[in-house]
């Protein structure tokens, strides 16, 4: 392998793993939401059968 070509490998592996350590430790410091904004209530969509077309 060339200089260059390890350089590259070792960038894209630092941009990887670092993308993956910073998306643990922004999960771990804001696991969910505290709250929600307004207006999602269930409304029982799923109970319903679904639309018949005659087409």
Do not use: C, K, N, Q
């Amino acid at each position: 392998m060339t200089g260059l070509a390890i350089t590259f490998l070792i960038l894209s592996i630092v941009i990887v793993w670092g993308g993956l350590l910073v998306s643990i430790l922004f999960l771990r410091a804001r696991p969910e939401p505290a709250d929600y904004p307004p207006g999602g209530t269930d409304d029982h969509r799923e109970d319903d059968a679904p639309a018949e077309r005659d087409t």
